[in-house]
């Protein structure tokens, strides 16, 4: 994870994928749908940027016991699922991107 004295920063985690590869992705947020938690992850290069735009969604899965305990992901298989939670990840960012432009405006 991130240095937290850094708050420029992203949170990153590295992914193992299924062939063994390993990815490091930066963390852009976590989604509540329908009482299920996902995070999105932006997968980065070599040089920890992301030049695609390509967004990767996982269901997540906390500890409620021991919040210490590694966080679980779990692959999203359902293709209605995957498009409830692309759907909310649009939103949020259209959120985001409001609260952006609002901030800007002098009131």
């Given at each position: 994870m991130g240095n937290k004295n850094e708050p420029d920063?992203?949170?990153t985690v590295e992914l193992?994928?299924?062939?063994g590869s390993?990815?490091?992705?930066a963390?852009?947020?976590i989604l509540t749908v329908r009482e299920q938690d996902y995070i999105?992850?932006?997968?980065?290069?070599?040089?920890?940027e992301n030049t695609d735009g390509?967004?990767?969604?996982y269901r997540y899965y906390e500890d409620e016991v021991d919040p210490d305990i590694e966080p679980k992901?779990?692959?999203i298989e359902d293709e209605e699922e995957y498009e409830i939670v692309a759907d909310a990840f649009d939103e949020y960012l259209d959120?985001?991107?409001y609260d952006e432009i609002a901030g800007e405006k002098d009131f």
């Open positions: 920063e992203e949170m193992e994928l299924e062939d390993k990815v490091n992705c963390i852009v947020t999105a992850l932006l997968p980065l290069d070599e040089k920890g390509e967004v990767w969604f992901l779990s692959y959120r985001a991107e």
